[in-house]
């Protein structure tokens, strides 16, 4: 089975530009997550899906970032216009069980780097 | 605010050792830990994970160890292998009922043969 996949795995943009990272959660998982980790901090909650309806969406830094999840399927992330603090890795999770408890999988993240 | 930090950044062991990786809490109300591992390009993979019910749990190699009076968790590493060579992160459910992690800044295990 397929795990939590992210494209693109890397993206190089110009301040100012757009980007939308795309996360595949595993088959059946209703709960997906992003998470992101900008150079030299911990890794931080930006905000959780139960399907299609955001349940938390308190850790997104500001309203140049925008997630989605139509259909409850897969979600995108754009940031619009990009600064160079976006930069760096921006992870995607997902579970089965909404409960703390049950195995969160996180994809191998999207690196973007803003110049 | 709160948050979870590591007191090692860098962690070197050599083949067959035991690994003790440490983290310290500082929200008293959280009431689940895990510890992730993530391989260089690789996402954060769960490792154990421990409530604070417990104060101990044992996996395969692994052992969490939680002290809720000094606020400390703990993962230890047997035998370790260059398998093991990996950043290390605590992680620590803030409140409610779904993952919203806070994690630390992780610690780089390196095992050499």
């Known amino acids: 089975e397929a795990g939590v996949t992210q494209f693109p795995s890397h993206s190089v943009i110009e301040k100012g530009q757009t980007v939308t990272l795309r996360c595949d959660p595993i088959s059946g998982h209703d709960n997906l997550y992003w998470y992101r980790r900008v150079m030299g901090k911990e890794i931080k909650f930006l905000l959780h899906f139960v399907k299609e309806s955001k349940q938390d969406e308190s850790g997104m830094p500001n309203n140049r970032f925008l997630a989605e999840r139509t259909g409850g399927t897969y979600s995108t992330l754009k940031v619009q216009p990009a600064e160079l603090e976006d930069s760096g890795v921006y992870f995607c999770?997902?579970?089965?069980?909404?409960?703390?408890?049950?195995?969160?999988?996180f994809g191998e993240g999207s690196r973007l780097t803003v110049l | 605010g709160e948050s979870v930090g590591l007191h090692l950044p860098t962690l070197s062991v050599q083949e067959g050792d035991n690994s003790i990786i440490n983290c310290a809490y500082s929200?008293?109300?959280?009431?689940?830990f895990i510890w992730y591992k993530q391989e260089s390009g690789k996402g954060p993979q769960f490792i154990i994970d421990?409530?604070?019910?417990?104060d101990k749990r044992q996996g395969q190699r692994v052992t969490v160890l939680l002290n809720k009076t000094v606020k400390h968790l703990s993962l230890q590493i047997a035998a370790t292998q260059p398998g093991d060579s990996a950043v290390y992160f605590c992680?620590?459910?803030?409140?409610?009922?779904?993952?919203?992690?806070?994690f630390g800044k992780g610690t780089l295990l390196t095992v050499n043969p």
């Open positions: 929200n008293s109300a959280s009431d689940y």
């Open positions: 999770a997902s579970s089965q069980l909404y409960l703390a408890g049950g195995e969160l999988f």
């Open positions: 992680a620590e459910n803030s409140g409610g009922s779904n993952y919203k992690l806070t």
């Open positions: 421990i409530r604070s019910n417990m």
